[in-house]
Every structure is written in C-alpha cells, then in structure tokens.
Nanobody, 116 residues
Framework: QVQLVESGGGLVQPGGSLRLSCAAS????????MSWHRQGPGKERELVAS????????TDKDSVRGRFTISRDNAKNTVYLQMNSLNPEDTAVYYC?????????WGQGTQVTVSS
C-alpha cells in the first residue's frame, strides 16, 4: 500500500521559514517524480514545485520562485520543500504527490499558516 505522509507544517510569522517533508512508503521511490501542491482557502489546488526522478528540480509557480526549493533524498524516500520569506498568501494546505506515466499518489496534506 502506497503512503505519502507530509510533515513540518504549522504557524509561522511573515518572513519566517519552514521545511516540509513528505515520506513515501510502499513504492520504489526513485521510480517516481515528486511534486508539491497547495490549496489555499477558497482556492483551487495548484502546483508549486516538482522534481524529476533524476533530481531535476523545477519551481512551477512564479510567486514562490526564489523563495521555495524542492529537493529529494532517495536514500530516505523523502521529498522536501524548503520555504523561506513566507507571507500570508502562502497560507494553504500543502500536499505532495508521487507520479509517473501510469500512476498518481497523494499525501493527506499539512497545514501551513503564515500570520502575525
């Protein structure tokens, strides 16, 4: 059974940082590209960043480019999202996804709230 478990969310002040983790099990992690998505209050889920099987990282959302960095550790079956200079517009539930040509798996999400 495939499981993706996100962690590291919480309440942070504007300008602060958080590092999200997504631990995968039940799959051959190195065979999957990984991505982070988020869904803010009243908004649709959107792609934030992705990283290929071969460790090529892409920041897909313009508003986080230069602030957010995706990375992966295949030895730990984990993908990370380092988030710096957070602002209230980054408040959302953050989800990780594992995907390849034939399959998609989602985690349950972790809440990030940016507020003073």
């Amino acid at each position: 059974q495939v499981q993706l478990v996100e962690s590291g969310g919480g309440l942070v002040q504007p300008g602060g940082s958080l590092r999200l983790s997504c631990a995968a099990s039940g799959l051959t992690f190195s065979n999957y590209a990984m991505s982070w998505h988020r869904q803010g209050p009243g908004k649709e889920r959107e792609l934030v960043a992705s990283i290929s099987r071969l460790d090529r990282a892409t920041t897909d959302k313009d508003s986080v480019r230069g602030r957010f960095t995706i990375s992966r550790d295949n030895a730990k079956n984990t993908v990370y999202l380092q988030m710096n200079s957070l602002n209230p517009e980054d408040t959302a539930v953050y989800y990780c996804k594992a995907f390849n040509t034939n399959e998609n798996y989602w985690g349950q999400g972790t809440q990030v709230t940016v507020s003073s």
